[in-house]
């Protein structure tokens, strides 16, 4: 990723840069923008949360690589003020969260998609809150294949999600998201959703994912 672009806002692969990627078999490195702090440090199960100092670059990027880390494992961020003061801060950039919003985890498993989608003029778009579902749809391939059946019976051309993302708002529609990534696994599991996704690419439906900037959790 070419940082300077990203923080022109002429990038769009910050997610392939920030948040925690696997090095080797035990190591990972960490990143996170904080263009206004003195230091950042990072706790978690893998340094039993004692604070480890990232490195700080010119463009407010600090980032540090850890060995001895395990995937699940829980972390935060230690944001340190030019004031002394410290704030605890969940990922940005994990993809995924304990469902308490206390902890991001440990998380960087790769899907290989085996089917792509393009575009159709005529839409034909049926809207549906995974909430509402119970995770039913979504709990195995066989149902997963019963729904999408259903869907191109009725002519549907897509799929769009109200939001699915993490939020600390128990009883909206996770327009509330508090994270950019993390899939609300109260709803759906995140690998089930990747399967879910190329399922419906195979059989040439489209998927819209709903997100509402003013709504983010302040």
Not at 171 to 176: A, L, Q
Not at 201 to 206: A, E, F, W
Request: proline fraction near 2%; charged fraction near 30%.
């Amino acid at each position: 990723m070419d940082t300077r672009k990203y923080l022109e806002g002429k990038g769009y692969d910050g997610y392939k840069f920030f948040g925690n990627h696997k090095k080797t078999n035990n190591s990972y490195i960490f990143r996170i923008l904080a263009p206004n702090a003195k230091n950042v440090y990072i706790i978690g199960d893998f340094n039993s949360w004692t604070e480890e100092k990232l490195r700080k670059y010119s463009t407010g990027v600090f980032s540090k690589t850890i060995k001895n880390v395990k995937e699940f494992d829980k972390y935060l961020y230690v944001i340190e003020n030019e004031n002394g003061k410290k704030f605890y801060k969940l990922d940005p950039y994990a993809k995924l969260i304990d469902k308490e919003n206390e902890n991001s985890i440990i998380y960087d498993k790769s899907y290989k998609f085996s089917y792509k989608y393009k575009n159709k003029k005529n839409l034909n778009i049926y809207q549906m809150s995974a909430k509402n579902f119970d995770g039913k749809i979504f709990e195995d391939e066989k149902n997963m294949d019963k729904f999408i059946r259903y869907l191109k019976e009725n002519n549907f051309t897509h799929i769009d999600f109200m939001p699915i993302f993490a939020n600390s708002f128990k009883e909206d529609f996770s327009y509330g998201s508090s994270f950019y990534f993390s899939i609300n696994e109260t709803y759906i599991e995140i690998e089930k959703i990747k399967l879910f996704i190329d399922l419906c690419h195979k059989n040439k439906l489209g998927i819209i994912f709903e997100i509402d900037i003013s709504s983010f959790d302040p």
